[in-house]
């Protein structure tokens, strides 16, 4: 990725921020006014080319929260480009894995998850239990998983990033031990960019879970609002704050926004439209 100089200034930023905060806040959840004095981490990048368009604190090291879940779904998808797993591959839980929380799912060793479906579930309501298996399912454990995790952050050059979990799920209350940087996932994004499965994931609006028959929608707001978003993914524990990796197409334009640190949810939002908007507006 190219480290260009920024091409647009803190002023109109702001500009922006404040229009947009105006004309979408009705129409997004948790809406807040945009605080920029509030040390938010954010980045545009052309992913067409890899050059920065604008960037605020994006090598501050902080914890992603669920943005974790994306380097995993690069490394699977890698997997199945390479012919070494398939989609319709059935995933085996050893034991049951009980969600910690109201929006995740209950996985049983009695019952069968396509590869497909548990990959759906981490994209879609960012599943922490399908993480988890699929990690220990496809490296035999979450520690060989985040090993590769590494390994392969470093290969791609993403110089500030380390991970500890294969979900972003803190091990204990209040303690985020994963770390990286704006621009480190942006880098990440790059590469996902370039390999057309993750998309089918992460463009998916809708989940049916099948314990239930219950449907639910993507936490990525950006697939109902912003024109041409079809990824990535968010995140949120208390010390991230609300985090993000946005990217949408237009033509034959592409651009990534990510922001983190947000205080709440629509804020990262409001800021990753506001970044990709100025992203096209750069591109032509």
Known sequence: MQMDKNKIDRRQFLFHSVFYASTVSKNIKNPVPVQQERKIKKICVNANNGRIIFQEDADVVCP??????????????????????????????????????NSDILLSPDKKYS????????????????????????????????????????????KNTQYFTVNGYPKKSGNDLDKTTAKDLAILAMHCCKVPLIFSWTSKKKLL????????????DLLFLYTG?????????RLAGHCLIATAKRANSRVIAVVLGAEK????????????????YEMG
């Not at 978003?229 to 524990?237: M, S």
Request: glycine share 6%.
């Open 265 to 280: 949810s629509g804020e990262r939002f409001r800021i990753a439209m506001n970044l990709m908007d100025i992203g096209f």
């Open 209 to 220: 879970i099948k314990e239930g028959n219950i449907e639910r929608d993507n936490t990525n």
């Open 115 to 158: 590869l497909n479906y548990l990959m759906e579930a981490i994209a879609v309501i960012s599943s922490n239990t399908s993480a988890t298996a699929v990690a220990e399912s496809l490296w035999g454990s979450q520690e060989k998983c985040i090993e590769e995790m590494n390994l392969t952050a470093q290969k791609l050059g993403m």
């Open 229 to 237: 978003c079809d990824g990535f993914k968010t995140g949120y524990t």
């Open 64 to 101: 992603p929260a669920s943005l974790v879940k994306l380097m995993l779904m690069y490394l699977v998808a890698i997997r199945i480009q390479k012919n070494e797993k398939k989609l319709e591959d059935e995933i085996v839980v050893k034991k049951t894995i009980y969600p910690k929380n």
